[in-house]
């Protein structure tokens, strides 16, 4: 089982910026594709972004254009770039490996003036 943990989570403004960061726990972290997820109050989980083990992004469209997955396979991290955020981004995000059920805590993020 690989352990994720998600920091980078805050309030911010509409229109600004937030970059989330996940570190996984595995020495074998560059051959799995991972997500973000995210749950708004009242809501269920959804699909955020992903990213191939070889890098490849993939997007929600509510999010396709503001946000950026990247991912660190020298560090074991994987990323989200936040931009034009709007009050309905409001969220707890998560990542995961994909095909598994290995989810990190979550972390919040809050659009708000």
């Known amino acids: 089982q690989v352990q994720l943990v998600e920091s980078g989570g805050g309030t911010v403004q509409p229109g600004g910026s937030r970059r989330l960061s996940c570190a996984a726990s595995?020495?074998?972290?560059?051959?799995?594709?991972m997500g973000w997820y995210r749950q708004a109050p009242g809501k269920q989980r959804e699909w955020v972004a992903s990213i191939t083990s070889n890098g490849s992004p993939d997007y929600a469209d509510s999010v396709k254009g503001r946000f950026t997955i990247s991912r660190d396979n020298t560090k074991n991290t994987v990323a989200l770039q936040m931009n034009s955020l709007k009050p309905e981004d409001t969220a707890l995000y998560f990542c995961?490996?994909?095909?598994?059920?290995?989810w990190g805590q979550g972390t919040q993020v809050s659009v708000s003036p």
């Open positions: 995961r490996v994909l095909g598994t059920t290995d």
């Open positions: 595995t020495g074998v972290f560059s051959i799995f594709a």
